[in-house]
T-cell receptor
Framework: NAGVTQTPKFQVLKTGQSMTLQCAQDMNHNSMYWYRQDPGMGLRLIYYSASEGTTDKGEVPNGYNVSRLNKREFSLRLESAAPSQTSVYFC???????????????FGPGTRLLVL | EDQVTQSPEALRLQEGESSSLNCSYTVSGLRGLFWYRQDPGKGPEFLFTLYSAGEEKEKERLKATLTKKESFLHITAPKPEDSATYLCAANTGNQFYFGTGTSLTVIP
């Protein structure tokens, strides 16, 4: 049981390049999320997917696209990277149980992205 | 505007010196208040979820409480291994609003 996995761990891009960050979870969770974490800003939600086949914007979606490939996988794409997208990106998954008290959220180890 | 504020930003404690971390929130329709621990270079680790004012949850030396405007994370007799950044987040359904965290250092 690996939990939430992310690839790659590190990436350096030049301005204008594109890349896809991959995320997978093996906990059979319906909801998945992409966050970015910047010093002094805290974690900010980029996109989320409440269930397979659905995606919605979070607080900071500009410059990103997402795909919920299946229940396990949720990818984040930067079409034309900018220096402002230098950050640590975390994927998370969660499950809201049938009764209160069973709600949890698990994070992956993160992808550190540097855009030059 | 939905907002979560944590204080203090940083806290240094002697081993065994108990203290509390604060998480103030102003969100529309709080569904749950989440607490996490984050070690350097790692993803946040889930600790607790609280749902209603007056609720308390405990895990080892940590106890989280919730009021209508704030949540507190009480650390009793901390040990050096409790050193980490503690994050709180307000959930309003599928949106999570995080605070910037409290960096806790426990000195032996």
């Amino acid at each position: 049981n690996a939990g939430v996995t992310q690839t790659p761990k590190f990436q350096v891009l030049k301005t204008g390049q594109s890349m896809t960050l991959q995320c997978a979870q093996d906990m059979n969770h319906n909801s998945m999320y992409w966050y970015r974490q910047d010093p002094g800003m805290g974690l900010r939600l980029i996109y989320y997917s409440a269930s397979e086949g659905t995606t919605d914007k979070g607080e900071v979606p500009n410059g990103y696209n997402v795909s919920r490939l299946n229940k396990r996988e949720f990818s984040l794409r930067l079409e034309s990277a900018a220096p402002s997208q230098t950050s640590v990106y975390f994927c998370a998954s969660s499950e809201f149980g049938s009764s209160l008290g069973q709600e949890t959220q698990y994070f992956g180890p993160g992808t550190r992205l540097l855009v030059l | 505007e939905d907002q979560v504020t944590q204080s203090p930003e940083a806290l240094r404690l002697q081993e065994g010196e108990s203290s509390s971390l604060n998480c103030s929130y102003t969100v529309s329709g709080l569904r749950g208040l989440f607490w996490y621990r984050q070690d350097p270079g790692k993803g946040p680790e889930f600790l607790f979820t609280l749902y209603s004012a007056g609720e308390e949850k405990e895990k080892e030396r940590l106890k989280a409480t919730l009021t209508k405007k704030e949540s507190f994370l009480h650390i009793t007799a901390p040990k050096p291994e409790d050193s980490a950044t503690y994050l709180c987040a307000a959930n309003t359904g599928n949106q999570f609003y995080f605070g910037t965290g409290t960096s806790l250092t426990v000195i032996p």
